[in-house]
């Protein structure tokens, strides 16, 4: 266990709807980064946060968005969902100046 | 911005005999250089990690060596084991960002 919570584990939607994932990160951690893993690809950098602020952007798409709360949870925003949207959205956080990532379980995200 | 290279994407080897997998990187800024292993259906989990002030780093089975002239780094997995079988991701670290390569399925052979 890793100590970084993700919810929900499995998400099946329809095209064109708009969904929410959650993340807690681990107790103490300030920086919460987000992926995505599509079928036989890397995991491709989307955003990180860290204590609230936006530190660092990846390929995000403008469909997508995200934040970091005060009490260090973040969702990521999926809109006008599209079936090349079906992958696997890792949240994953860090502490300070460690830069060791502990990845969440993952939500698998399918868009019919 | 910063993009990091994995070869190769697949890679099987006998029981008992190390395994090599390669990664490039493209800014000579980046610092910090992670490698996770992911197994089937899990998260990735680190493994080992180097610095840039630092050319190779060892643990037990496991070492990793970095040029950063070349930019290349490379992880060495030696006497293989069949848990070694997974999924292996190298990164690049650079102003909070950590980089992703696409990754190399490792197969260990019987």
């Known amino acids: 266990d890793s100590g970084v919570t993700q919810t929900p584990k499995h998400l099946i939607t329809a095209t064109g709807q708009r969904v929410t994932l959650r993340c807690s990160p681990r107790?103490?951690?300030?920086?919460v980064y987000w992926y995505q893993q599509s079928l036989d690809q890397g995991l491709q950098f989307l955003i990180q946060?860290?204590?609230?602020?936006?530190?660092a952007k990846g390929n995000i798409l403008e469909r997508f968005s995200a934040q970091q709360f005060p009490d260090l949870h973040s969702e990521l925003n999926l809109s006008s969902l599209e079936l090349g949207d079906s992958a696997l959205y890792f949240c994953a956080s860090s502490g300070y100046n460690t830069g060791e990532l502990f990845f969440g379980e993952g939500s698998r995200l399918t868009v019919l | 911005g910063e993009n990091v290279e994995q070869h190769p994407s697949t890679l099987s080897v006998q029981e008992g005999d190390s395994a090599v997998i390669k990664c490039t990187y493209s800014d000579s800024a980046s610092n910090y250089f992670p490698w996770y292993k992911q197994e089937l259906g899990k998260r990735p989990q680190l493994i080992i990690d180097i610095r840039s002030n630092v050319g190779e780093k060892k643990d037990q089975r496991i070492a990793v060596t970095l040029n950063k002239t070349a930019k290349h780094f490379s992880l060495h997995i030696t006497e293989t084991q069949p848990e070694d079988s997974a999924v292996y991701f190298c990164?690049?670290?650079?102003?909070?960002?950590?980089?992703f390569g696409k990754g190399t399925r490792l197969h260990i052979l019987p």
């Open positions: 990164a690049a670290s650079l102003h909070d960002k950590i980089i």
């Open positions: 107790s103490g951690d300030l920086s």
């Open positions: 946060y860290y204590n609230g602020e936006e530190r």
